[in-house]
């Protein structure tokens, strides 16, 4: 469906600062997302180039990349911009598509434009009696005045139309270029910071991370790190420079597996006795502990991992959505990890297939300079296609190790790292390791989980690029997944009698039918029971996809539930409502599907249903839910608990 601009849309959804290497280009800048379904054509694009050009020169910015990307759903439109003044640049380029989607004769112009505010307590120029113009108070205390809005003529409408939404007091004119000028150079001189960019450029010239973000700016990371206040920042000929440095760092991506991943080569950094920091979907961590809690996969994330000051190493797990939004926090990396790509977060930012999932993940490659290292994973045909564009250092896994691919890189002096006769090979740097055999690996659930034997071969892989020995990774993947604490909420289990439960975080179709493939559920003696659900920032098509995959293996019992805090702009119980009709539709019957939204509750359930011989399948997402679910089966294998016994009562819902 098209539409064009009227006075009661804005012409984008979606208008972002790009703080890091992004998928547009190595640098910073801003991002625009074109509203969906609007008119425009390759004139408005060149109108929209022409803009961000006359921007620049009137706010004194240099010339640098301008990216307009076409896709199934509108446009994105970036620019690169300098790092101290981001937000004026996402001004710059919402002035610059409005002033580019604006109907470009004057009678229609004037029919798009809402009429002039006039009404009680305002003068003729439309401000409040007494208001002759507008002060911008900046973080450093100084005020810049803005022009005063054209409201006696055309363009603002009080309660909507555009005026009111792109002139609410110092938003550029897009009707009048020559006040939309004056309105972005004061929004640039307000938010310029000369310090911030002499102290990046002093980093850059000496090769050492620069990790600024509204509050701090850190030279350096881990051991080797120095944080300032954002207000109050050196001359950088006062700084110790001998004393900073950077320490190493891997990057984690993908659809799948990021987070086991992560959590592997963080142990193994430590196995090798570096104090190592990870982020993750959990939260922070430092050697184990946990620092912060929740979803820090993206840039602060990486910050608060790479700004612990006794940090000797750093993984970090680095999220498409993270990407997207702001780039990447850190762009220099030793190496980079790519486990998967698989259908899943389409139709956000202009992401509509594997294509463009892949090219998004591959944002990664950015930060791997010619001394490091990407590390792709072999057996994904998507990944192996788009690897052929990238002239950075790559080394393959795969589960064959003597795969094509993997013979072919490795003949070629290239690192490998995959699966021959049992045992897991690592050929790196022109020498080949045993790691063991995959079956004794905990992880692999006797070799049954073949995404953790692809996960340990990515780590293994990376973490010898990182500097870390061979014997020291061999002795990770030894133990690793054989505690709780190891891997909490990927393939925990939990055995009752009979009896098998696993809570897991699958929540795509691949990575829910390699799960349920790997606890056995194909090939099962009794009866299987799943709970289902989903983020609500998913198009209709993939919910369903998950309940089709659930479907195919004919469980007895589905529960469907909502994720708390994770609506994402559906309403509770809408993602439930379309997996139980995709349930239906696959074969699945109507008594087999309950709905059961409280996560924790939806967990429940298959407990109270099971008997002996049952196999559970617990895929739980948000964290507290996961902290009380894990309780409760920790709480019934200390009690000795059955199946049909009674479960004990959740406390607050007592309360």
């Known amino acids: 469906m098209t539409h064009a601009l009227d006075s009661a849309s804005e012409p984008y959804e979606d208008s972002r600062r790009l703080t890091g290497c992004n998928f547009y280009f190595s640098g910073t800048g801003a991002v625009l997302e074109a509203a969906p379904g609007l008119v425009f054509d390759d004139a408005t694009l060149a109108r929209w180039r022409d803009n961000i050009a006359t921007a620049r020169r009137a706010l004194g910015w240099t010339d640098g990349e301008m990216v307009v990307r076409r896709h199934r759903s509108g446009v994105s439109l ?66 810049h005045p803005l022009p005063n809005p054209p409201l006696e003529g055309e363009g603002f409408k009080a309660g909507g139309g555009f005026g009111a939404l792109l002139h ?88 799948n597996g990021k987070t086991t991943t992560v959590r592997l080569l963080a142990a193994m950094a430590r196995a090798h006795g570096w104090h190592t920091a990870h982020s993750c979907t959990d939260g922070v961590f430092f050697d184990g502990r946990p620092l912060e809690s929740g979803d820090y996969s993206g840039p602060t994330g990486a910050r608060t991992a790479l700004r612990q000051p006794e940090a000797q190493a750093a993984v970090l797990e680095t999220a498409r959505g993270g990407m997207l939004r702001r780039g990447l926090a850190l762009c220099h990396a030793d190496v980079a990890v790519v486990t998967n790509v698989s259908a899943d977060h389409f139709g956000e930012y202009g992401i509509h297939d594997l294509d463009d999932l892949a090219a998004a993940k591959l944002t990664v490659a950015r930060a791997i300079g010619d001394g490091g290292l990407l590390v792709l994973n072999g057996d994904d045909a998507v990944l192996r296609r788009q690897a052929e564009a990238l002239t950075c250092p790559k080394g393959w896994f795969a589960q064959d190790f003597d795969a094509p691919l993997p013979a072919a890189h490795r003949a070629g002096g290239g690192a490998t790292c995959g699966v021959r006769e049992g045992r897991l090979r690592l050929s790196h740097a022109g020498s080949e390791h045993d790691l063991g055999a995959i079956e004794a690996m905990p992880l692999t659930l006797g070799g049954r989980a073949a995404y953790n034997v692809a996960n340990a071969a990515a780590a293994a892989l990376a973490a010898h690029a990182m500097g870390t020995p061979a014997d020291a990774i061999a002795a990770t993947l030894a133990r690793f997944g054989s505690g709780h604490g190891d891997n909490p909420g990927r393939l925990q289990h939990w055995r009752f009698g009979t009896l098998d439960v696993y809570v897991d975080y699958a929540h795509n179709p691949d990575g829910l039918q390699g799960l349920l493939h790997a606890v056995g559920a194909d090939r099962r003696d009794g009866r299987l029971a ?50 139980r009709e995709a349930l239906g539709e696959a074969g699945v019957g109507d008594d087999a599907i309950e709905t059961r939204l409280d996560e924790v509750e939806a967990a429940r359930r298959p407990l109270e249903w099971a008997r002996d011989g049952d196999l559970v399948v617990l895929p739980v997402h948000e964290l507290g839910a996961r902290a009380k679910v894990v309780a409760l089966l920790d709480t019934l294998r200390a009690s000795d608990w059955r199946p049909g016994m009674p479960l004990p009562k959740d406390q607050e819902t007592e309360e």
């Open 78 to 143: 970036a620019f690169a911009a300098p790092l101290d003044c981001l937000y004026a640049a996402t001004e710059v380029n919402e002035w610059a598509w409005w002033a580019a989607v604006l109907p470009r004769t004057e009678e229609s112009r004037r029919a798009a434009l809402p009429p002039p505010l006039q009404g009680e307590g305002r003068g003729g120029d439309g401000l409040p009696v007494g208001q002759s113009g507008v002060e911008l108070l900046t973080a450093r205390g100084e005020t």
């Open 168 to 255: 609410a007091p110092g938003h550029a004119a897009v009707w009048d270029a020559d006040s939309a000028m004056r309105t972005l150079r004061a929004l640039a001189a307000a938010e310029t910071n000369p310090a911030l960019l002499a102290l990046q450029a002093a980093a850059t010239e000496r090769d050492l991370p620069c990790l600024p973000d509204d509050d701090e700016v850190s030279i350096g990371a881990g051991t080797g790190s120095r944080t300032w206040p954002a207000g109050a920042l050196p001359d950088p000929a006062t700084i110790d420079w001998p004393a900073l440095h950077a320490i190493p760092t891997a990057l984690v991506t993908g659809s």
């Open 530 to 579: 799943v709970i289902l659900g989903h983020a609500g920032n998913r198009e209709d098509a993939d919910l369903r996809a998950v309940a089709v995959t659930a479907a195919e293996f004919d469980p007895e019992l589905v529960v469907l539930k909502d994720i708390g805090g994770y609506e994402r702009g559906r309403e509770s119980g809408d993602i439930a409502r379309i997996m």
